[in-house]
């Protein structure tokens, strides 16, 4: 956070808009939605500092001002404790982290607490210990939740079963080739699913689709339909093999933490 240009401002550390969202990794205008969603809940001189008119001009007179800000006719500057009122409307992990980084690299050389009286020293300790408190807090929920989730998606691929057929098979598939990136396309991915099963079922796929595509032929059955036989056919035709298949596709979608809402 040292690389901001510092500003000092009633004798304590602020941030303007835009140095508040880049460091947690947000927009200028995320920052501000959330001020106006909440403005009751901010209070001047506490949380924020509204600079405007004469103040605005040598605010701007004795210090180097981005140039998005050189014509803006009142500019925000956020106190640690607004930063932190951010951090909790905002609830990311990267938005608390910068924070905690705010207050160990920033906001913690802004002021002599010494120089604070009795009371103002316990109530600066106070929320400190408030703040870093909820910190950790919204850090475990978050990774509670996180946890929770993994797990519910789990069990939901895990409970899939023949019947849920072909679009959760395809739906899952096309989920892990997704999450592979763009080294792996959909087919590479099926293909590496009928390869797991041709070795764990110790069948070949291709001899069965060719079976079956002659057997259809002399049934008498027309071209364009027995062209349309995939190896997908002959695993649903087999109770066996769509088993094996479905336990493949589930351990594939699971490894890639792959979420099991595909309908």
Same mark, same amino acid.
């Given at each position: ?19 508040? %969202? ?31 008119? $004469? ?5 701007? %007179? ?11 006719? +009142? ?9 932190? /009122?951010?951090?909790? +409307? ?24 010494? %120089? ?12 400190? +210990?408030?703040?870093? /408190? ?66 764990? %079922? ?13 057997? /259809? ?19 649903? $035709? ?13 351990? /594939? ?9 595909? +309908?």
């Amino acid at each position: 956070m040292s690389q901001f240009q510092v500003i000092n401002h009633a004798e304590q550390r602020v941030l303007t808009t835009a140095q508040l %969202a880049e460091s947690f990794g947000t927009e200028t205008k995320i920052i501000s939605k959330n001020f106006e969603r909440n403005e009751n809940r901010y209070s001047a001189e506490k949380h924020f500092f509204l600079i405007q008119g $004469e103040e605005l001009k040598e605010f701007k %007179a004795n210090r180097q001002i981005d140039d998005n800000l050189k014509f803006a006719p +009142s500019i925000y500057l956020w106190t640690e404790k607004g930063a932190w /009122m951010h951090a909790k +409307s905002l609830n990311t992990d990267q938005a608390w982290e910068a924070y905690e980084l705010l207050v160990d690299d920033y906001y913690s050389v802004k002021i002599n607490t010494q %120089a604070l009286s009795p009371e103002l020293q316990l109530f600066n300790q106070i929320f400190n +210990s408030v703040a870093r /408190m909820e910190l950790e807090q919204s850090k475990l929920k978050n990774d509670v939740d996180a946890v929770k989730q993994q797990v519910e998606n789990q069990n939901e691929i895990l409970a899939l079963n023949p019947i849920d057929g072909r679009k959760k098979v395809t739906g899952l598939l096309n989920k892990v080739a997704q999450s592979l990136g763009g080294g792996s396309s959909y087919q590479d991915v099926r293909t590496d699913s009928y390869k797991r099963l041709e070795d764990r %079922a110790r069948c070949d796929l291709t001899k069965r689709v060719v079976n079956k595509r002659q057997r /259809m032929a002399l049934e008498g059955l027309a071209k364009t339909k027995i062209d349309k036989v995939s190896k997908l056919d002959v695993v649903f $035709e087999d109770g066996k093999l769509t088993e094996i298949y479905f336990a493949i596709v589930k351990e /594939m979608a699971i490894q890639n933490r792959i979420e099991a809402d595909v +309908s």
